[in-house]
T-cell receptor, first 111, second 114 residues
């Protein structure tokens, strides 16, 4: 089934630990995105990639890094997790402005 | 920079009643506008989008939205709500006149009463 796969589905992480959220798409979309969703704030863009080999910062990039080594994968890394990074993280992809396809999300709790 | 406002945090309607969810945007040029729906524990699903042309756009699940440039609005409507429509709804605007890097509103939670 075409779409986006995110892993893990949920995670409890100790503060200070490093964590990578995985995102893989099989639609060959050029652009990929990471958003975080927090109650009352909607979705906020963390990082994006318009094409393989390029990345850019979104609205809330601090504490996060991304890479885009190929078209399909767009991992998000928290170098040293803090409690304020507790959130639901969504990966999305798009191609030619037809709108995003979203993954089902990763629920991250930092304690 | 673009922005989106959804003034209603929570709306409750009875099943079979009509629905209108409000969305106001701020953007200097012609925007690319979207409505998404999120069911509990799920990702977001695209309901409809507006890029240009006819200002009344039809989407999936019987939803429609009307782009009104004079009011900077893109309100979502449905003539008769079903219990399965209970979800959170997000309006979004495309950054820099494109459909990439969407800016989302804070969402409207819809409750449907039997």
């Amino acid at each position: 089934i075409a779409g986006i796969t995110q892993a893990p589905t949920s995670q409890i992480l100790a503060a200070g630990r490093r964590m990578t959220l995985r995102c893989t798409q099989d639609m060959r979309h050029n652009a990929m995105y990471w958003y975080r969703q927090d109650l009352g704030l909607g979705l906020r863009l963390i990082h994006y990639s318009n094409t393989a080999g390029t990345t850019g910062k979104g609205e809330v990039p601090d504490g996060y890094s991304v890479s885009r080594a190929n078209t399909d994968d767009f991992p998000l890394t928290l170098a040293s997790a803090v409690p304020s990074q507790t959130s639901v993280y969504f990966c999305a992809s798009s191609d030619s402005g037809v709108g995003y396809t979203f993954g089902s999300g990763t629920r991250l709790t930092v304690v | 920079a673009q922005s989106v406002t959804q003034p209603d945090i929570h709306i409750t309607v009875s099943e079979g009643a009509s629905l209108e969810l409000r969305c106001n945007y701020s953007y200097g040029a012609t925007p690319y506008l979207f409505w998404y729906v999120q069911s509990p524990g799920q990702g977001l699903q695209l309901l409809l989008k507006y890029f240009s042309g006819d200002t009344l756009v039809q989407g999936i699940k019987g939803f429609e939205a009307e782009f009104k440039r004079s009011q900077s609005s893109f309100n979502l409507r449905k003539p008769s709500v079903h219990w399965s429509d209970a979800a959170e709804y997000f309006c979004a605007v495309g950054a820099d006149g494109s459909a990439r890097q969407l800016t989302f509103g804070s969402g409207t939670q819809l409750t449907v009463l039997p």
